[in-house]
T-cell receptor, first 108, second 114 residues
Framework: AQRVTQPEKLLSVFKGAPVELKCNYS??????LFWYVQYSRQRLQLLLR??SRESIKGFTADLNKGETSFHLKKPFAQEEDSAMYYC??????????FGAGTQVVVTP | DAGVIQSPRHEVTEMGQEVTLRCKPI?????LFWYRQTMMRGLELLIY????????DSGMPEDRFSAKMPNASFSTLKIQPSEPRDSAVYFC????????????FGPGTRLTVL
């Protein structure tokens, strides 16, 4: 069965500190993984996708098939990074399975 | 472009009433998704359409829920009769068909069933 696990409901970090959001998945096929973000009073939006191997707003995520993980990292957190972050797994049709989400709070 | 449009933004109704949520996808997108978000269950996919055809409705919780997409620019999610446990935020999203394409989300409809 397809499953996405985000073990942390809340992550509180200081500005300038590194932040890592954990995501583990289970999927029988070749996974397509995404991170979506929802800032306060804004729509849920795509942050990055694993296939692009890109860094967006200083965030990166590496797919580790051995550990079935897709953790999101940023070396220096900023206050504007405070948001709800969702890890998501897609099948070939584009059907997304979301994790429970991690609320990130960056304090000055 | 206004993006995905949903209406109403807020709906308060009484148990037993019919509720209809509406969605207008981004022009040119051929996939449309309905999600429900609750504290207990997070974001759940209810149903999705490709080229106006329902592909997977396995997430629809009960027969009280139904969704239609009569054309490429409009979809509805109906709950009849509504129950208090249906209270949630309902999101619509659209994308170009295919697993790697970004889904664009609407602002959501916050439904409260008393």
């Amino acid at each position: 069965a397809q499953r996405v696990t985000q073990p942390e409901k809340l992550l509180s970090v200081f500005k300038g500190a590194p932040v890592e959001l954990k995501c583990n998945y289970s999927y029988s096929g070749s996974p397509e993984l995404f991170w979506y973000v929802q800032y306060s009073r804004q729509r849920l939006q795509l942050l990055l996708r694993h296939i692009s191997r890109e860094s967006i707003k200083g965030f990166t995520a590496d797919l580790n098939k051995g550990e079935t993980s897709f953790h999101l990292k940023k070396p220096f957190a900023q206050e504007e990074d405070s948001a709800m972050y969702y890890c998501a797994l897609s099948d070939s049709w584009g059907k997304l399975q979301f994790g429970a989400g991690t609320q990130v709070v960056v304090t000055p | 472009d206004a993006g995905v449009i949903q209406s109403p933004r807020h709906e308060v109704t009484e148990m037993g009433q019919e509720v209809t949520l509406r969605c207008k996808p981004i022009s040119g997108h051929n996939s449309l998704f309905w999600y429900r978000q609750t504290m207990m269950r997070g974001l759940e996919l209810l149903i999705y359409f490709n080229n106006n055809v329902p592909i997977d409705d396995s997430g629809m919780p009960e027969d009280r829920f139904s969704a239609k997409m009569p054309n490429a620019s409009f979809s509805t999610l109906k709950i009849q009769p509504s129950e208090p446990r249906d209270s949630a935020v309902y999101f619509c999203a659209s994308s170009l068909m295919g697993g790697l394409n970004e889904q664009f989300f609407g602002p959501g409809t916050r439904l409260t069933v008393l």
